[in-house]
């Protein structure tokens, strides 16, 4: 096949399959006016940065109007920007900005809840009724008690009783995010309307929070108790429910097919299985889904605040199942080893010892980046951010945090230090830390007092360190960013993987018809030596990337230094000739 047709053949696949995600925390990412929270005219003003890294599409989380108890995912109007962030023309003007750079962009949407702020919910509790008050989902006492044992996902019940309509709202996460009824045709009508409202200014798409939780199983059941917690899990009866694919099918009719966009869908606790309904392109749903199961290799006895360390086999054997799993029913996979929700990659399965973070964050780089299907990059992840250490709790700002502190310390008894080691690893905070831009104070990101403290280490990891740096992990990413686009079988190659039980590599190929790349990182701080697969020896071969002075080609073995990565692209014996 010729470089020609194979471009060509690239020019047929959907933009959002070719395309990688940079996810921004407005608040976190650049303060333009100096009142410590990052801004849209911050995003402005960094737009050249992410140019020159080469991404495609930027991910805004929320950046509606809300009392941010939950930093923007309590939304008390759609329809307004966080006056904290913006306003409406400051929008306008990033997204035209950003189109005339060749840069998409995507909104969150969080339509599973709204803000208690919010006016239809702030109408619901008035009365039964109420226009609003089937709005949302309120269930009756039983036993003077909440209706089921469902607990929040922050803690606590998951039901609020409402004195004034002597009944209890659901709320999955915090009690200040009441839960809409999807039941009632008015509340999809209306979550309708706001999407055309931010399709039709010419967004690109959407990132669509906990979508999976929008359908509840209509008799409510108790969930298991796990973990030793006092309340049961709400995902037996909240997550996939029997309607969730009839409303994303209506959501996709109504909405999604008129728009040429890209949908992401947040989708806890769903299996490979259960991901192809929302993604088989010929189901008219969703193009990809977040799934959580690499996310849970490292949890515990008490959940994801744990110190247990993941299993490398474990990992691969997660990437693997979604990758094959998802190519054989009509799906494509959203690749990523962070968000604002999680820990820093580097840290977390990688190693954050100077001596070895650049090379183990280019590692994980590459062995993400060279599987299939869309990568996202959370803000950082290029300079190969690290966690935070904080010395008090007093220090992070997350409501996980706080709750899971408590938590620790006066109900399971299990010590200040623990708790704290815990979140170390594991807080939200760590992904949320301001960007740091420069060793200057406060990391470059503010003139003012920042919202959350920047990561102590900032004076050594930083935009401006990085940019000086031409071996910086940022220039490798752009290396990265570079193959997705040039290289066809980064897209379309078949993933096969190899040596499923060594918990040392993670190497696998990706195959089409007359190429194979050979894919291989190193997870541990000792040198590895790697036997070629044996009908690969002898073909012709070159590198494509590698974080170390790795050979042009190899013949039999590819040897790698401590958190080492290398990617060689092979021909098959049938193209020679071509």
Not at 213 to 234: V, W
Not at 431 to 446: D, L
Not at 489 to 511: A, C, M
Request: hydrophobic fraction near 35%; include cysteine.
């Amino acid at each position: 096949m010729t470089l020609e047709l194979a471009m060509m053949m690239m020019n047929e696949i959907p933009w959002w399959k070719k395309s990688v995600v940079y996810q921004i925390y407005p608040k976190s990412f650049y303060d333009a006016n100096g009142d410590g929270i990052g801004d849209l005219q911050g995003i402005i003003q960094k737009l050249d940065y992410l140019v020159e890294l080469g991404v495609d599409v930027l991910w805004l989380n929320p950046i509606y109007r809300s009392p941010q108890v939950d930093n923007g995912y309590d939304i008390s109007n759609y329809h307004e920007i966080e006056p904290e962030l913006g306003t409406m023309a400051d929008f306008n003007e990033l997204l035209a900005k950003a189109h005339e750079k060749g840069l998409k962009i995507i909104l969150d949407l969080v339509v599973n809840h709204t803000s208690d702020q919010h006016p239809w919910f702030k109408q619901a509790k008035q009365a039964k009724n109420n226009a609003y008050h089937d709005y949302y989902i309120w269930k009756k006492p039983v036993k003077q008690q909440a209706p089921n044992n469902w607990g929040s996902s922050f803690g606590g019940s998951a039901w609020t009783y409402e004195a004034e309509v002597a009944e209890y709202y659901l709320h999955l996460f915090a009690k200040e995010q009441p839960d809409l009824n999807w039941e009632n045709e008015q509340v999809r009508r209306e979550i309708y309307t706001l999407m055309r409202f931010w399709l039709d200014k010419g967004i690109d798409g959407f990132r669509m929070d906990v979508i999976s939780l929008i359908s509840k199983d209509p008799a409510y059941p108790d969930g298991p108790i796990i973990q030793n917690k006092q309340y049961g899990s709400y995902y037996a009866g909240a997550a996939n429910g029997p309607r969730v694919h009839e409303y994303l099918q209506e959501m996709n009719r109504e909405v999604l097919s008129h728009y040429e966009i890209m949908t992401v869908g947040e989708t806890p606790h769903t299996t490979v299985e259960e991901a192809t309904k929302y993604t088989d392109e010929h189901k008219h749903e969703l193009n990809m889904v977040f799934h959580f199961d690499h996310m849970h290799l490292d949890y515990g006895e008490n959940g994801k605040f744990s110190t247990k360390r993941f299993a490398l086999s474990a990992l691969k054997r997660v990437f693997t199942k979604w990758q094959v799993g998802m190519a054989q029913h009509n799906g494509w996979n959203s690749l990523y080893w962070s968000n604002h929700d999680q820990a820093r990659p580097v840290t977390r399965f990688g190693t954050d010892q100077q001596e070895y973070r650049q090379a183990a964050a280019k590692m994980l780089g590459t062995i993400l980046h060279m599987q299939q299907g869309t990568p996202y990059i959370f803000e950082g992840e290029e300079l190969g951010m690290t966690n935070a250490r904080f010395n008090s709790i007093d220090d992070y700002n997350d409501i996980e945090t706080k709750s899971v502190y408590k938590d620790f310390t006066e109900n399971k008894h299990l010590g200040s230090d623990y708790a704290m080691e815990t979140i170390y690893l594991k807080s939200r905070d760590n992904a949320r830390t301001p960007m740091p831009w420069s060793a200057t104070k406060n990391a470059g990101f503010t003139t003012g007092k920042p919202w959350l403290l920047p990561n102590p280490n900032y004076p050594q990891i930083n935009v401006e360190q990085a940019l000086r740096d031409p071996d910086s992990v940022f220039y490798y990413y752009q290396q990265l960013i570079k193959l997705r686009h040039t290289l066809p079988i980064v897209t379309t190659g078949k993933y096969r993987l190899l040596h499923p039980q060594d918990e040392r590599n993670y190497t696998f190929l990706r195959e089409t018809a007359e190429q194979v790349l050979f894919v291989t990182g190193n997870f541990t701080a000792q040198a590895e030596q790697l036997e070629l697969p044996t009908f690969l020896a002898g073909l012709e071969n070159k590198l494509i990337i590698s974080n170390f002075t790795a050979p042009q080609s190899t013949s039999k073995t590819v040897n790698l230094p401590a958190y080492g990565a290398a990617v060689y692209l092979f021909t098959k014996e049938c193209d020679k000739s071509r």
